[in-house]
């Protein structure tokens, strides 16, 4: 194995490391900017825990680990919780002992830490995937060989728009509910505290999380959608463009007790409709699982990733 050192992040290694990444991570290749926004940036993010392996002068291998430092809205410092959110070694130096050093440090860091569960990817808000690709065999062996205990599967979804219409089905479905003096628009600040108090009691934290995001760029009447009962309030909605990207879709929630009536499809088919209004050819997602996988299914949509989700208690 021969002589090598375990470095904490230095900016000046963010263009080796970038490069490494997308060497190694051929399914989520990533720019220095996004990794510098994404990673870097992130509130919570300490250099102690993202971890180079250095070899020869030469970075081999990153380990991302994650703490939080600061509440996470509803969700709080979640104390006994860390993240592994992005691990990789380069291909030459794999199969070596180099990702059982770095993955042994950045583990031990975080139980210094008094982390008592390591999930792998999907930290929140600022995760690339929710979990391992399928398609990294090797990663998969790896970290259940380190006892790593999947815990569920999640996909990514697409579809097309450039055939796009709305089927007639939702046409007529919107029509009974509208004849019942229901609505479905776009948002408007008029019905601010209405969404905000919705999403906060029926959702995660991270629902609430988009909508302000979005209020505060001023794009919530462009990217979000309402379902409004006879009684003026919020029932449903949808949004999309959470991390920026125009074909991004979701999240999408109804009210619990209105779950399966039609509400999701109607928002689902007008947020389609109104996206192809502004020319976006393209509506993807980066996860779901069952119940929900389906439901996009009868919509359309068609898994394009498959990922193993895993946890591990330390």
């Not at 959608?225 to 949808?238: F, H, I, R, S, T």
């Not at 109804?254 to 509400?263: A, F, M």
């Amino acid at each position: 194995m021969g002589n090598f050192e375990l470095r904490s992040y230095r900016q000046k290694d963010l263009g080796q490391i970038v490069a490494g990444w997308n060497q190694s991570l051929l399914y989520d290749p990533v720019s220095e900017e996004r990794f510098f926004q994404q990673v870097v940036m992130d509130d919570n993010f300490d250099r102690e825990l993202a971890l180079s392996l250095v070899k020869d002068g030469r970075i081999i291998g990153f380990c991302l680990g994650v703490k939080r430092k600061y509440p996470y809205l509803t969700r709080g410092l979640e104390p006994d919780r860390g993240w592994i959110s992005i691990m990789y070694v380069l291909p030459e130096y794999r199969k070596q002992g180099y990702g059982q050093i770095l993955l042994d440090e950045v583990e031990k860091r975080l139980k210094e830490c008094r982390t008592k569960e390591i999930t792998l990817c999907a930290y929140s808000p600022n995760y690339f995937t929710p979990g391992i690709d399928i398609n990294y065999e090797a990663a998969l062996s790896f970290f259940e060989k380190n006892e790593y205990a999947k815990t569920g599967d999640a996909v990514s979804m697409q579809r097309s728009l450039f055939t796009y219409s709305v089927p007639s089905h939702t046409l007529q479905k919107m029509e009974d509910f509208q004849k019942k003096g229901w609505k479905f628009c776009s948002y408007s600040n008029e019905y601010m505290d209405e969404v905000l108090d919705f999403t906060k009691k029926e959702f995660d934290a991270g629902w609430v999380r988009n909508i302000l995001q979005a209020l505060r760029k001023k794009e919530a009447e462009d990217t979000i959608l309402l379902a409004v009962d006879e009684k003026n309030q919020v029932v449903g909605y949808c949004m999309r463009k959470i991390d920026g990207n125009d074909a991004r879709f979701g999240p999408i929630g109804v009210k619990e007790d209105l779950r399966s009536s039609g509400i999701g499809g109607i928002l689902f088919d007008l947020q389609m409709r109104e996206m192809q209004k502004r020319g976006i050819c393209y509506a993807y997602f980066l996860w779901t699982h069952g119940d929900a996988m389906r439901f996009y299914e009868r919509h359309g949509m068609s898994t394009y990733r498959t990922y193993r989700l895993y946890r591990k208690k330390i």
